[in-house]
């Protein structure tokens, strides 16, 4: 299956049931609103999914359930693992089971130099002909692949066609265009520079609050590539609740916003807790203000 590469792929959460399991049924539901309402692909097993809590069997049926339910549309999973050895078994599988292409990130909890990190997702760009996208997010992960390594990169791979970019620096879009071209299609991982990030020359979105609010983000990325003098409007609307993707506990605060618009549970996978307190009552107000002026986007 071809990735388009572009538009809203929702960076989806792991449901959980009461009990801590994964909860394939809601997956699959959860999952097929964010398409009816115009997402255009799905990249499960990343941050937000707690990619890192899950184990290998469970990623495997994160996996084939989405791939049987949703022929139609592409999986792109996060592959990310503590040894390189254990990302190229996942990509392996990931491929064996159907998935369209992946999403290329630098081992968890282990940061170093270019020289080991290009090791690194060279070996999993390598496991398979699909597709790749590279994941570039140095805030969380502490490895910035700067946009002359990702030159590199396309050099030397033909299936590196894509890089998820969440330095936040608008700039880098600007540069990996200046680079590269159209060589990268260049998707923007953080939620609260989407309009900026195209207006750069970003393409498409590898989304967070689309988990709740899916329509509205489909008009967010649909508007900003248009140039349409709606976006400022929707964007203002927006920004408190994309904020909510920009911080330590966003997949704590993203359930939160889906449990209150009736599509999830706030249940986290430890270490992380639901929230509690004043940390919960000032996102609830956030969520609250949000959903009393909610726009009509059609």
Same mark, same amino acid.
């Given at each position: ?64 359930? /989405? &791939?049987?339910? !949703? =022929? ?8 990310? #693992? @503590?040894?390189? *050895?254990?990302? %190229? ?119 967070? /609050? &689309?988990?709740? !609010? =899916? ?8 508007? #900003? @590539?248009?140039? *349409?003098?709606? %976006? ?67």
């Amino acid at each position: 299956m071809n990735i388009p590469w572009q538009g809203v792929l929702p960076a989806i959460t792991t449901p959980f049931t009461a009990s801590g399991d994964v909860d394939y049924d809601f997956l699959v539901k959860h999952v097929g609103w964010q398409l009816e309402n115009g997402c255009h692909g799905v990249v499960p097993l990343g941050s937000l999914g707690e990619g890192a809590t899950l184990t290998g069997e469970e990623k495997r049926q994160i996996l084939k359930t /989405l &791939v049987e339910s !949703f =022929p139609n549309y592409p999986i792109v999973p996060g592959i990310s #693992a @503590l040894s390189t *050895d254990e990302a %190229v078994t996942l990509a392996r599988d990931a491929a064996d089971l159907g998935c369209a292409g992946f999403m290329v990130l630098p081992p968890y909890v282990y940061s170093t130099d270019w020289r080991e990190m290009r090791y690194h997702v060279e070996a999993v760009i390598r496991a398979t002909p699909l597709p790749c996208m590279l994941y570039n997010n140095p805030i969380a992960y502490k490895t910035d692949f700067v946009p002359e390594q990702m030159a590199e990169l396309a050099s030397l791979h033909t299936n590196l066609v894509s890089c998820k970019e969440s330095s936040a620096d608008v700039r880098r879009v600007t540069e990996i265009k200046r680079l590269l071209g159209d060589r990268l299609a260049i998707l923007v991982g953080v939620d609260d520079v989407l309009v900026e990030a195209v207006r750069n020359g970003a393409r498409g979105w590898i989304a967070g /609050l &689309v988990n709740a !609010f =899916p329509r509205e983000s489909v008009r967010l990325w649909e508007w #900003a @590539l248009a140039n *349409d003098p709606r %976006v400022d409007d929707l964007y203002a609307w927006f920004l408190p609740l994309l904020r909510l993707d920009t911080v330590p506990k966003f997949v704590q605060l993203i359930k939160l916003t889906q449990a209150m618009v009736g599509m999830g549970t706030e249940t986290v996978r430890a270490p992380r807790l639901e929230l509690v307190g004043e940390e919960r009552a000032a996102a609830v107000a956030v969520i609250e203000h949000a959903l009393a002026n909610r726009p009509d986007v059609g």
